[in-house]
């Protein structure tokens, strides 16, 4: 197998040519992305191991510009400076796998032997086409076998495309063990992780039919499981005779077996659990164990992808909510505020019934909403009495310094608004741009709505407190005045409802006792 690599690291290239030609792989190294390209489309090369961050032509350039030579080209992705949209870009674009530096060879070394699997397949398939046109005597038996291999490879591609692009694992997992029952033509699909400490297997299955709740269910026993050679063995089983025990289920699906087949998620040789197919009326044939077993490679992949993205994303949240400590800790009296405020936010946009792409923002967003404060004096902002014009006015430019602070960071474009607009009011008396009604952002409305009733409910240098009532006898007060009335209606049936009762008992300036005095 042919590889090109491309980094601007001399000695990186050097240790990986070598180590590849150690396991028998015909390498070629380039330091200059344009002479690789130069390279690539005057000889055609198997695999492409590209580095993302490089002078010239960055690595996500490269790799459309490899796609447009052969769109079916597999190219992997190496980076040393990951972060969540070079990933979600890369993997959107096309990358056949994404590795960050430092990484284990080891996992260069699976992926590649994935690959070779994948191109003897294409070569078998190159193979009877040659055959087609050489024996004209066998053509229709050759035509049948080539379609079903066309059909299965355009069926394989398509699952792929949906599967690499959802990013949330619960996501990946539905678009698993739905396509199986698609492809496979099952009742279920079915998906199983082996949980070593519980010594458990949990279980996310899909029905083909509306008959039982889909989604991941409780821990399955190990030694109950009746896939278990299957991950144990790192066995592929398939099944088609009627159990001898008729009334055998699936616990704790309460699924009774008819028949399955059944292979083993593996990555670096070790099996983390079962992709299977249940209950097909005619019986599961060796296509169906060809398709399931090629369908487990892209779902190790796509899970890993998956777990990666899922830590830059954690990674990224605990760096905001650190600086926002950090701000907080110069204020005594708002220390927590913006704990608070950010969870009131986020069971609005929930009330809202936003998605969970619109919620991560929304967390974001309102932890960072006071990031401006930074530049404000220590003197300004624990002055112990009420602040004069000037001060105040000082005190407004926080949020045009947050917006100044944070206006280059790509990641947190979509959660400016909540930085920018929380002290705009609903009748556009408020600042920084005076904006009226729905000019607001709803993240800003939203926003200040949340952050009003904390700042009420807290304990001030210049004021105690107010109860729960007072507080929301002063939301309905300026219920279209300074907040978006719709807002504050959801806002206050959260509040009926003992939702918020939480958040409120954890804010130390107010008193526990009075949570449901207006109840």
């Given at each position: 197998m042919?590889i090109l690599?491309?980094?601007?690291?001399?000695s990186?290239?050097?240790?990986?040519e070598?180590s590849l030609?150690?396991?028998?792989?015909?390498c070629?190294?380039?330091q200059?992305p344009v002479?690789a390209?130069?390279?690539?489309?005057?000889?055609q090369?198997?695999?492409?191991i590209r580095?993302?961050?490089m002078?010239k032509?960055d690595?996500?350039?490269v790799?459309?510009?490899?796609?447009?030579f052969?769109?079916e080209?597999?190219?992997?992705?190496?980076t040393?400076?990951a972060?969540?949209d070079t990933t979600k870009?890369a993997?959107?674009?096309?990358?056949y796998a994404?590795f960050q530096?430092?990484?284990?060879?080891?996992?260069?070394?699976?992926t590649?032997?994935?690959?070779?699997?994948?191109?003897v397949i294409e070569k078998?398939?190159?193979?009877?086409?040659?055959?087609?046109?050489?024996n004209?005597c066998?053509?229709d038996?050759?035509y049948?076998d080539?379609?079903k291999h066309?059909v299965a490879?355009d069926q394989?591609?398509?699952?792929?495309?949906?599967?690499?692009?959802?990013i949330d694992l619960?996501?990946?997992?539905q678009?698993?063990v739905?396509?199986?029952c698609?492809l496979?033509?099952?009742?279920?699909g079915l998906?199983?992780?082996y949980?070593?400490?519980?010594?458990?297997c949990n279980?996310?299955?899909?029905?083909?039919e509306?008959?039982?709740?889909t989604?991941?269910?409780?821990?399955?026993?190990l030694e109950?499981f009746?896939f278990?050679s299957?991950?144990?063995q790192?066995?592929?089983?398939?099944?088609?005779q009627p159990?001898p025990d008729?009334?055998?289920v699936l616990?704790?699906?309460?699924?009774s077996l008819?028949n399955?087949v059944c292979?083993p998620?593996?990555?670096?040789?070790?099996a983390?659990?079962i992709?299977?197919?249940?209950n097909k009326n005619?019986?599961f044939t060796?296509?169906?164990?060809?398709m399931?077993n090629?369908?487990?490679d892209?779902?190790?992949?796509a899970i890993y992808?998956s777990?990666?993205?899922?830590?830059?994303?954690?990674l990224?949240g605990?760096?905001?909510e650190a600086l926002?400590?950090?701000?907080?800790a110069?204020?005594e009296?708002?220390?927590?505020?913006?704990n608070?405020?950010s969870?009131y936010t986020?069971?609005?946009?929930?009330?809202?019934n936003?998605n969970?792409e619109?919620?991560?923002e929304?967390?974001i967003?309102?932890t960072?909403?006071?990031i401006?404060?930074?530049?404000i004096?220590?003197?300004?902002?624990?002055?112990?009495?009420r602040?004069?014009g000037?001060?105040?006015?000082m005190?407004?430019q926080?949020v045009?310094?947050?917006v100044?602070i944070?206006?280059?960071v790509y990641?947190?474009k979509k959660?400016m608004p909540?930085?920018?607009?929380?002290?705009?009011?609903?009748d556009?008396s408020?600042?920084?741009?005076g904006l009226?009604?729905?000019e607001i952002?709803l993240?800003?409305r939203?926003m200040?709505?949340?952050?009003?009733?904390?700042?009420?409910?807290?304990?001030?240098?210049?004021?105690?407190?107010l109860?729960l009532?007072?507080?929301v006898?002063?939301?309905e007060k300026c219920?279209?005045?300074?907040f978006d009335?719709?807002?504050?209606?959801?806002?206050?049936?959260?509040l009926?409802s003992g939702?918020l009762d939480?958040?409120l008992?954890e804010n130390?300036?107010?008193a526990?006792?009075?949570?449901h005095e207006?109840?």
């Amino acid at each position: 197998m042919k590889i090109l690599l491309i980094d601007d690291d001399l000695s990186f290239l050097e240790v990986m040519e070598r180590s590849l030609r150690h396991v028998n792989y015909d390498c070629v190294s380039f330091q200059n992305p344009v002479d690789a390209l130069a390279a690539y489309q005057a000889e055609q090369y198997d695999v492409v191991i590209r580095e993302i961050l490089m002078p010239k032509m960055d690595g996500i350039d490269v790799l459309r510009a490899v796609k447009g030579f052969n769109s079916e080209a597999r190219v992997i992705m190496l980076t040393g400076y990951a972060n969540m949209d070079t990933t979600k870009s890369a993997l959107n674009q096309g990358a056949y796998a994404y590795f960050q530096k430092p990484f284990e060879l080891t996992n260069i070394l699976d992926t590649l032997r994935k690959i070779e699997k994948e191109l003897v397949i294409e070569k078998e398939n190159k193979r009877k086409i040659q055959m087609f046109d050489e024996n004209e005597c066998e053509l229709d038996e050759v035509y049948q076998d080539l379609q079903k291999h066309v059909v299965a490879v355009d069926q394989l591609h398509a699952i792929s495309r949906k599967i690499h692009a959802a990013i949330d694992l619960d996501c990946i997992m539905q678009e698993l063990v739905n396509n199986v029952c698609h492809l496979l033509g099952c009742r279920y699909g079915l998906i199983c992780f082996y949980d070593q400490k519980p010594g458990k297997c949990n279980c996310f299955h899909s029905g083909k039919e509306d008959d039982g709740k889909t989604g991941f269910e409780d821990f399955c026993p190990l030694e109950k499981f009746p896939f278990k050679s299957c991950f144990c063995q790192k066995k592929i089983l398939l099944d088609n005779q009627p159990c001898p025990d008729t009334n055998m289920v699936l616990e704790p699906l309460s699924i009774s077996l008819q028949n399955y087949v059944c292979v083993p998620l593996i990555r670096r040789g070790r099996a983390i659990g079962i992709l299977a197919g249940l209950n097909k009326n005619k019986g599961f044939t060796g296509r169906d164990k060809f398709m399931l077993n090629a369908i487990s490679d892209m779902a190790v992949t796509a899970i890993y992808n998956s777990g990666l993205i899922g830590q830059l994303k954690e990674l990224f949240g605990q760096t905001v909510e650190a600086l926002a400590k950090g701000i907080e800790a110069r204020d005594e009296y708002t220390r927590g505020h913006t704990n608070r405020v950010s969870r009131y936010t986020e069971m609005i946009a929930r009330a809202l019934n936003w998605n969970d792409e619109k919620l991560y923002e929304a967390h974001i967003g309102s932890t960072l909403h006071d990031i401006g404060k930074i530049g404000i004096p220590d003197r300004i902002l624990n002055k112990p009495g009420r602040l004069t014009g000037e001060e105040f006015a000082m005190i407004k430019q926080h949020v045009v310094i947050g917006v100044e602070i944070l206006k280059d960071v790509y990641q947190l474009k979509k959660m400016m608004p909540y930085i920018q607009h929380h002290h705009e009011r609903y009748d556009g008396s408020g600042y920084p741009q005076g904006l009226k009604g729905k000019e607001i952002p709803l993240e800003g409305r939203i926003m200040c709505v949340a952050d009003s009733f904390d700042a009420m409910t807290s304990n001030r240098p210049y004021r105690g407190h107010l109860c729960l009532e007072e507080a929301v006898s002063e939301l309905e007060k300026c219920s279209g005045l300074q907040f978006d009335p719709g807002i504050v209606e959801v806002f206050i049936s959260l509040l009926n409802s003992g939702e918020l009762d939480n958040i409120l008992h954890e804010n130390h300036h107010f008193a526990a006792s009075k949570l449901h005095e207006s109840s």
